[in-house]
């Protein structure tokens, strides 16, 4: 078979599936912390200076070309062998990564370091090449990846959830958090292994504030069939609260109305703090280096804060509607978000996608009535992050 044949064959898409990636609170379970940590942090730093490598090699690679004209245009992207040159020596040179050493025996993890970096580069590569952005830079931190076959979930003794993992240094077996606050990951981490669901890849990270070790695994379930009936349920956004519902055929004349003034007071009071920054930090004072950029720190903290904050609303606001929708046997949700003026500059999008796979877990058909581009369905292929400190 030629090289362009193969190339054309793609993987038969897995009817009926959705992947989720659950993540949990760990610990280690086959050495104490005092052996691990030193070992979780170079791990973490290997893919930090990785993925930094491959940002700039990218930089390097990539640019506008200029026309005849004279005039600067986006060229195609030159798919490079990124790891071929980084790690293995070709046409008689060296290697170029100079830290290629660290990852003997780990050649899968470096390869998706350097995959997802590329993924993430590309889908900001027309803002950086016309200077809107910048380059990213990675912090440390890095997320430590893993394929489907280097990692094993299973139960131990007494029933604790377990997970085996093959690092650049040998075996380690972790012990994921259990608890009543982790029932619904609990639940998943059963059904991925009594079913023997299809493993993804999975990651181990940590949170750069607060110092919590976390691991997430990407796992394929199965969807639930799609309800038959008629019943329908109206969802809209409102110029004086968050959400109004209504269900015309359910026999009750009802309407269900969301405010959520605490988060018009959050937004407020963000944009509050940022303003204030923004006059104490003006060029005119010509603050030090070193004062910028512990302010700067300072600013992006509580911007991550804020953003985690709208995340857990997100999931909380949304899976309180999905239970509704699930008690009064809704079938059908229909939901008009072009009124936008109760909450300024909310996340929007994210909102609609946890209420889109959220609905169909339950089986409850979603159809985005405003975006010309929906077609009401949940690609197989999209991956729903559960990440428990979000919630």
């Known amino acids: 078979m ?23 609170p ?36 990539d640019g506008l ?13 030159p798919h490079a062998n990124l790891y071929g040159m980084g790690f293995t020596e070709k046409n008689g040179g ?24 590329t993924d993430k580069y590309m889908a900001k590569r027309l803002r950086i090449l016309t200077g809107a952005i910048s380059h990213s830079s990675f912090n440390y931190p890095q997320p430590f990846p893993f394929g489907k076959t280097e990692w094993v979930p299973y139960y131990g003794k007494d029933n604790i959830p377990l997970v085996d993992l093959t690092l650049p240094q040998g075996k380690v077996t972790i012990q994921l958090r259990g608890g009543p606050e982790m029932r619904r990951q609990l639940g998943m981490f059963r059904q991925i292994v009594e079913e023997k669901l299809v493993r993804c890849q999975a990651s181990l ?12 695994m ?18 809209r956004t409102d110029s004086k609260a968050l959400w109004t519902a209504e ?4 026999g009750e004349n009802k309407t269900y109305i969301w405010n959520q003034d605490y988060v018009l007071r959050w937004i407020k009071a963000h944009d509050d703090d940022l303003q204030r920054v923004r006059e104490d930090t003006k060029p005119e004072k010509r ?44 079938c059908h949700v229909f939901y008009d978000d072009s009124i936008q003026t109760w909450l300024p500059h909310f996340q929007w999008a994210r909102l609609c996608e946890y209420l889109r796979y959220k609905l169909d877990d339950l089986g409850i058909e979603f159809v985005h009535v405003n975006d010309e581009d929906d077609d009401g369905a949940v690609r197989p292929e999209e991956v729903v992050d559960d990440d428990p400190t979000n919630q």
């Open 2 to 24: 030629s090289r362009k044949s193969r190339a054309r064959r793609s993987k038969p898409k897995q009817e009926g599936m959705v992947a989720r990636a659950v993540t949990f």
């Open 26 to 61: 760990y610990s280690p379970r086959s050495m104490t912390w005092k052996e691990f940590r030193p070992i979780v942090t170079h791990l973490f730093q290997m893919a930090h200076k990785l993925a930094n490598w491959t940002e700039r090699e990218l930089n390097v690679l």
């Open 65 to 77: 070309v200029s026309t005849e004209d004279g005039e600067l245009q986006v060229p195609p992207f």
């Open 94 to 117: 060296k290697p170029m990564y100079p830290y290629r050493e660290d990852w003997r025996g780990a050649t899968r993890n470096a390869s998706a370091v350097m995959q997802a970096v």
């Open 205 to 216: 990270y940590r949170k750069r504030h607060g110092q919590r070790d976390l691991f997430k």
């Open 218 to 235: 990407i796992v394929k379930f199965p969807k639930k069939p799609k309800r038959e009936g008629d019943k329908t349920m109206v969802l």
């Open 247 to 250: 269900i015309p055929n359910s």
């Open 287 to 330: 603050l030090p280096r070193k004062e910028r950029a512990h302010i700067d720190r300072a600013v992006k903290a509580r911007c991550d804060k804020f953003n985690a904050r709208i995340a857990s609303f997100c999931h909380k606001v949304t899976k309180e509607l999905a239970g509704l929708a699930d008690r009064k046997g809704v």
